[in-house]
């Protein structure tokens, strides 16, 4: 049973430019959520898909959007990227009944230059 | 959304139990208190979560006092292996608020 499985594992964009990140949850999860993470802090909540529909969001630019596809599987996109989105960008998928774990993926690395 | 407080960093030896303790004074009726691991470059990973009182799985265990302002976390015989960043998290399942975490080395 495979995990959550995160791609591209690095990348590297030059500012402005756009970029896509892709995320496949745990078999039997419906729900997907993006974090942020810089170097040396705690992963910080960009937003949360269930059904398709962006069910909660934290506190990032509209620059930051996503999506859910109907098996579940969703895509961060950020664009005019600046150099301050450089970090690691993880998804967690879990499952919309409530269950107490959240697995997260390995992350993409992103670089931003 | 209840904010947490724990430690920056602990140190520790192998085969000794360590105990990391957080503060949620401001911990709402509903919320759970969940704990997570992170290795470099990785997610982090899912460890316990409780409500009140105390619960155990196979890898540690958690106490909460009866006023739910604060938890420990205890994690008993520590390998070098345990050489990781540990998050406390209060609140719901659908937004994890992550803090800075305890950096917690264990040394040989």
């Known amino acids: 049973d495979a995990g959550v499985t995160q791609s591209p594992t690095h990348l590297i964009k030059t500012r402005g430019q756009q970029v896509t990140l892709r995320c496949s949850p745990k078999?039997?999860?419906?729900?997907v959520s993006w974090y942020q993470q810089a170097l040396g802090q705690g992963p910080q909540f960009i937003f949360q898909y269930y059904e398709e529909e962006e069910r909660q969001r934290g506190n990032f630019p509209d620059r930051f959007s996503g999506h859910q596809f109907p098996n579940y599987s969703s895509e961060l996109n950020v664009n005019a990227l600046l150099l301050g989105d450089s970090a690691l960008y993880l998804c967690?998928?879990?499952?919309?009944?409530?269950?107490?774990?959240?697995?997260f993926g390995q992350g993409t690395r992103l670089t931003v230059v | 959304l209840a904010k947490t407080t724990q430690p920056i960093s602990m140190d520790s030896y192998e085969g000794q139990e360590v105990n990391i303790t957080c503060s949620h004074n401001?911990?709402?009726?509903?919320?759970?208190i969940t704990w997570y691991q992170q290795f470099p470059s990785q997610g982090p990973r899912f460890i316990i979560q409780?409500?009140?009182t105390k619960v155990t799985n196979e890898v540690a265990s958690l106490f909460i006092p009866a006023d739910r302002k604060s938890s420990t976390l205890s994690l008993p015989r520590v390998s070098l292996s345990d050489t990781a960043v540990y998050y406390c998290l209060v609140g719901d399942l659908g937004k994890l608020i992550f803090g800075q975490g305890t950096e917690l080395s264990v040394k040989p």
């Open positions: 401001n911990i709402a009726t509903n919320d759970y």
């Open positions: 409780g409500y009140k």
């Open positions: 078999s039997g999860h419906d729900t």
């Open positions: 967690a998928s879990s499952s919309g009944t409530g269950t107490p774990e959240a697995f």
